[in-house]
């Protein structure tokens, strides 16, 4: 199964960018790259995804290493409402369109 | 406004109990899932289906059933419930499989005693 592995917890100041990474070193050449977050009392809410090359949306940035056994999710200034569990996810068409989510970063931003 | 609801929000059941969780998504999309959230194990995906009357086992498919016998509906079964199926559910739905974006219901919370 592709995984991913990301740090249980990161902190950040509001109003500064944060970096949240993402190690997934068993991925295939057709897996995505996804990141949603999660909200407290809410499902996850889709950030952002890629496949090789860096992604830019209003939300974030996702940056892929060459070699796409790593990514970081780029935050460009830290809201409150940013504070919610991110997590990084593999989607595997060549295992049958499944959905590898992992534990998630737990981001905390500090007014 | 483009949404996925499941009904119920919460439920409690005893051990045995037949119960379904429906899903509905007004989207159109192909791709729905099925996921439960348990602390420590983040979401593990139990079921999906690519289209009506296709579906396939996630990582946890032990104990549940589902059905897609209309593009928009998506309910999950089971059959026989046990407390080790306590959990926070999860539908999903996206507009053709995993690789594009994916929009969530508000979550199920199932107790079962």
């Known amino acids: 199964d592709a995984k991913t592995t990301q740090p249980n917890s990161m902190e950040s100041n509001e109003e500064e960018p944060v970096h949240l990474p993402c190690n997934h070193s068993?991925?295939?050449?057709?897996?995505?790259i996804h990141w949603y977050r999660q909200l407290p009392s809410q499902g996850p809410e889709y950030v952002i995804h890629?496949?090789?090359s860096n992604v830019n949306n209003r939300m974030a940035s996702l940056a892929i290493a060459e070699d796409r056994k790593s990514s970081t999710l780029i935050l460009h200034r830290a809201t409150l409402r940013d504070a919610a569990v991110y997590y990084c996810?593999?989607?595997?068409?060549?295992?049958?369109?499944?959905?590898?989510f992992g534990t998630g970063t737990s981001l905390t931003v500090i007014p | 406004e483009a949404q996925v609801t499941q009904n119920p929000r919460y439920l409690i059941t005893v051990t045995g109990k037949k119960l379904t969780v429906t899903c509905s998504q007004n989207?159109?999309?192909?791709?729905m899932s099925w996921y439960r959230q348990d602390p420590g194990l983040g979401l593990r995906q139990i079921y999906y289906?690519?289209?009506?009357?296709?579906?396939d086992k996630g990582d946890v498919p032990e104990g549940y059933k589902v059905s897609r016998k209309e593009k928009r509906n998506f309910p999950l079964i089971l059959e026989s419930p046990s407390p080790n199926q306590t959990s926070l559910y999860f539908c999903?739905?996206?507009?053709?499989?995993?690789?594009?974006?994916?929009?969530f219901g508000q979550g199920t919370r199932l107790t079962v005693v």
């Open positions: 996810i593999l989607s595997s068409l060549a295992t049958g369109n499944q959905f590898y």
């Open positions: 068993t991925i295939s050449g057709t897996d995505y």
């Open positions: 890629g496949l090789t």
């Open positions: 989207m159109n999309h192909e791709y």
């Open positions: 289906s690519m289209n009506v009357e296709v579906t």
């Open positions: 999903a739905s996206a507009y053709s499989g995993p690789n594009t974006e994916a929009f």
